[in-house]
């Protein structure tokens, strides 16, 4: 994956820990992935938790035409007036890179998975990585890390999948990585939405230039929702302090 400037950099961040990569996926990547992607970037900038250049945003698409500009109506409704870069296919390098993967619709985190299980163990669409994240930080599996981190010997029990959960570890990289393999572990375990009547998944950011203009409000409302939720988590572990 081509290098982008860190988030939040101010000409320093870590020297010697390298970032946190998120990549997020959609299917031309000129409208839910790059809102995904600044939506991102515009929270870790406005996160006291993400220390200055600890993490890197990029995007892609599963059948994208590289060059193509990003859909106006998709950034203006998540707050941005524009965005330099252009669309970008998906390769499996990108997903090698990335810590974490966030797509707008389930069949793209098939797409990745497809590739490799791999990668499919850190891809989540945007609605299932918030659902997944704030199980894990309300549900036990964060409290069970943190007291196994103070040195606390819990037994596991296969009835209370929590019990399960590895250890807290130390620094900011290494916790977002937790993070990632925790919400892959409760995969199945968070109650899952009730299937819906819809042209789209229940958990699905839907497509404005498919199903039609008018759903560009309601798909930006989708992704500012998913990332609040997984960014709230993700600050929740990494301000965890074991006693």
């Known amino acids: 994956m081509p290098e982008r400037t860190p988030v939040g950099a101010s000409g320093g961040g870590f020297d010697s820990v390298p970032p946190f990569r998120i990549l997020t996926v959609c299917t031309m990547n ?3 992935s790059p809102a995904l992607e600044v939506t991102l970037e515009d929270a870790v900038v406005g996160c006291a938790d993400w220390a200055p250049g600890s ?20 950034l203006a409704h998540v707050g941005r007036a ?12 990108m997903l090698a890179d990335a810590d974490l993967v966030i797509t707008a619709e389930r069949k793209h985190a098939d797409a990745v998975a497809s590739i490799s299980t791999e990668f499919g163990r ?9 659902r997944l994240a704030t199980w894990v930080v309300t549900e036990g599996s964060l409290n069970v890390a943190v ?43 968070a109650p ?28 930006a409302e989708m ?21």
């Open 192 to 219: 899952t939405p009730p299937a819906g009547n819809l042209p789209y998944g229940v958990e699905d950011i839907p497509d404005p230039h498919v199903l039609g203009f008018n759903l560009h409000e309601m798909s």
């Open 55 to 74: 993490v890197i945003v990029a995007s892609a698409g599963t059948h994208a035409s590289p060059g193509a500009p990003s859909c106006d109506i998709s």
């Open 30 to 32: 000129i409208c839910r």
């Open 82 to 93: 524009s965005r330099e870069q252009t669309a970008r296919q998906l390769t499996g390098e």
């Open 223 to 243: 992704i500012q929702a998913a990332v609040a939720e997984v960014c709230a988590a993700a600050a929740t572990v990494l301000a965890a302090t074991p006693e």
């Open 147 to 189: 007291r196994k981190a103070a040195g606390e010997v819990i037994e596991p029990d296969f009835a209370s999948p929590q019990t399960l959960a590895d250890p807290l570890p130390v620094g900011d990289l290494a916790r977002l990585r937790w993070l990632v393999a925790e919400m892959d572990g409760s995969r199945g375990l």
């Open 122 to 130: 850190r891809c989540f669409p945007a609605r299932v990585a918030a």
